[in-house]
């Protein structure tokens, strides 16, 4: 991994962490379906703006059915589902909760035949359950079932980017540009009925503006090319390193920005979490291979 790719992982991961702070933030002013479709409406323009940039081919009607798959499953119902979630439960939580993608990817992989158990991924799916739970508040949950059904929602937009990943990773005659345009367009089109049931709650002011264009440009658009680039420099594996840095991004950001607490709870079960991940993934991390000088 050279130094520039590393960078592009930090960027990835930050950004990504980012997103869960601005889903927090917004939220409670827009709604959760306001401000989903104000996501992937922005992330559908700014893409569709590089691909006219970069002369990209784009084939809608040939893999329509395969778009609206994906887009419900790796955008849609995940980026609603967390924005649900995001009028009860911090963004950090919500961080850490989708670390869990890749161990729900495996089990998906499991079913269908192309992954095997080992003693050693039972171990990290285990773990992952232990730190999911961790993250629970048994006392709110006794007082208001709306906290237990945020945890729920966010656990299924979790189990959706598992899902979602299986059935990109069969897809190898589109390539990943094809693939992000052509599931966040679709998406813009699943979420729209959304709005009638979950009006603004307040008045769009500039600030709230900003944070969309933020939000939508930079933290899903931009963000989801870099992270293309960086599977197609250091191929999926090694890129899959930004799901266990978007969490910790998650935690920082929410502290800096938002005030949420960093428990020992929390702490405890992120390192569950991320550590039972890796297990599952089997996932080894090495830095021998960077190259610093002169970012090559």
């Not at 989708?98 to 192309?114: D, L, M, Q």
């Not at 002011?205 to 989801?224: E, H, P, Y």
């Not at 039972?276 to 996932?283: K, M, N, Q, W």
């Amino acid at each position: 991994m050279t130094f520039v790719n590393f960078l592009r992982l930090l960027l990835t991961a930050a950004l990504w962490g980012g997103s869960f702070i601005i889903i927090r933030a917004c939220t409670p002013l827009l709604g959760p379906a306001v401000l989903t479709e104000a996501r992937v409406v922005l992330a559908t323009l700014f893409l569709f703006l590089i691909g006219v940039a970069l002369k990209k081919r784009i084939s809608f009607t040939k893999y329509l059915r395969y778009f609206i798959i994906l887009g419900l499953l790796s955008a849609a119902l995940p980026f609603f589902l967390f924005a649900y979630s995001a009028q009860w439960l911090p963004g950090s939580l919500l961080s850490i909760i989708n670390a869990t993608s890749p161990s729900w990817g495996f089990i998906f992989a499991c079913v269908k035949g192309s992954e095997k158990l080992t003693t050693k991924k039972v171990l990290g799916l285990i773990l992952g359950f232990i730190g999911v739970t961790l993250l629970i508040d048994f006392e709110q949950i006794e007082l208001q079932s709306s906290h237990f059904l945020a945890y729920l929602c966010a656990i299924i937009a979790s189990m959706s980017y598992g899902l979602a990943s299986n059935i990109a990773v069969n897809s190898e005659k589109i390539d990943a540009f094809q693939n992000t345009l052509g599931s966040m367009t679709f998406s813009t089109l699943m979420l729209l009925p959304l709005i009638l049931w979950f009006p603004v709650k307040v008045s769009v002011t500039l600030d709230i503006i900003g944070l969309l264009l933020l939000f939508g440009t930079v933290c899903t658009g931009l963000a989801f090319l870099i992270y293309f680039k960086l599977i197609e420099e250091i191929g999926p594996s090694s890129a899959l390193t930004v799901t266990f840095l978007v969490p910790i991004f998650g935690v920082l950001w929410g502290f800096i920005f938002l005030n949420e607490k960093v428990s020992p709870f929390i702490l405890l079960s992120l390192g569950c979490i991320l550590y039972g991940t890796i297990l599952v993934t089997e996932y080894r991390l090495t830095f021998e291979k960077i190259k610093i000088s002169r970012f090559k």
